[in-house]
C-alpha cells in the first residue's frame, strides 16, 4: 500500500489560516468516512486532533477542523498561533482492513 | 485514561529478530470493540502502520511486512507483541503500540499511543 500524499511543508503567520490536503484513493481516503489527523511536536508521540474526517476529541481546539471530497481529505488551523508548529499527518482505513499514513507535512508558523 | 507502554531491547543485530511488548493499563484488550496497532517512525518521520489485531482476536498485516511478522497477544496479562524476524537497517524506527478505535462509538482514529521506542538494527 503507499503512502497517502501530503505537502512536505506549508507555513503561515499569526492569526492566518492555513489548509493541508491529503490526497490518497478509492481503496483508502475514498473508501469510507474514516480519515483521521495527528499533531507531532519534536520528540513527542503524534496526537490525534480529527478523526472520521471532521470530528475533534474532547480538547482538541475548534480552530482546528477537517472535510473530504472524494480521494482528498484536508485539514485547516485557522488563527495560527506560534504552538501550531509541528509536523502533522494525515490517515485513513482502507477497504482491506489496514491503515496508512500521509508522509507528513512541516507547518512552520513565521 | 488509557496508557500503553512499550518494552524491548533498543539494538538488535541485523538478520535477528525484533522483538517488543506493549503493557496496557486503563483498559482492556479484550473489549471494547478497538484495535491494538503497531506502528512505526523511521528517522525522516514517515509513519508507517505495521499492523493490529482486532478486540476480538482478528489480526491484520502490512502487506510488505507480512512475511516476517508476528503479532501475539498475552489477554491475562493485558499485553500484545511484535516480532519482525530477518531485520536490516532499513527497520531502525521509533516503534509504537496504540489504540485504534476506527468504527468506535463516539470515537475514532489512533486514539492512544505509547511514548516510543528506538530500536537500531546494526552490528
Known amino acids: 500500500q503507499s503512502a497517502l500524499t501530503q505537502p512536505a511543508s506549508v507555513s503561515g503567520s499569526p492569526g492566518q489560516s492555513i489548509t493541508i490536503f491529503c490526497t490518497g484513493t478509492?481503496?483508502?481516503?475514498?473508501?469510507?468516512?474514516?480519515v483521521s489527523w495527528y499533531q507531532q511536536h519534536p520528540g513527542k508521540a503524534p496526537k490525534l486532533i480529527i478523526y472520521?474526517?471532521?470530528n475533534r476529541p474532547s480538547g482538541v481546539s475548534n480552530r482546528f477542523s477537517g472535510s473530504k471530497s472524494g480521494n482528498t481529505a484536508s485539514l485547516t488551523i485557522s488563527g495560527l498561533q506560534a504552538e501550531d508548529e509541528a509536523d502533522f499527518f494525515c490517515s485513513s482505513f482502507t477497504r482491506a482492513y489496514t491503515r496508512i499514513f500521509g508522509g507528513g507535512t512541516k507547518l512552520t508558523v513565521l | 485514561q488509557v496508557q500503553l507502554q512499550e518494552s524491548g531491547p533498543g539494538l538488535v543485530k541485523p538478520s535477528q529478530t525484533l522483538s517488543l511488548t506493549c503493557t496496557v493499563s486503563?483498559?482492556?484488550?479484550?473489549?471494547?470493540?478497538?484495535?491494538w496497532s503497531w506502528i512505526r517512525q523511521y528517522p525522516g518521520k514517515h509513519l508507517e502502520w505495521i499492523g493490529y489485531?482486532?478486540?476480538?482476536?482478528?489480526?491484520y498485516y502490512n502487506p510488505s511486512l507480512k512475511s516476517r511478522l508476528t503479532i501475539s497477544i498475552d489477554r491475562s496479562k493485558n499485553q500484545f507483541s511484535l516480532s519482525l524476524s530477518a531485520v536490516t537497517a532499513a527497520d531502525t524506527a521509533v516503534y509504537y503500540c496504540a489504540r485504534d478505535a476506527v468504527g468506535a462509538r463516539g470515537a475514532g482514529g489512533v486514539d492512544y499511543w505509547g511514548q516510543g521506542t528506538l530500536v537500531t538494527v546494526s552490528s
Open positions: 486503563g483498559g482492556s484488550i479484550n473489549s471494547g470493540g478497538h484495535y
Open positions: 489485531f482486532y478486540y476480538r482476536g482478528n489480526l
Open positions: 472520521d474526517v471532521n
Open positions: 478509492s481503496s483508502d481516503v475514498g473508501a469510507y468516512n474514516y
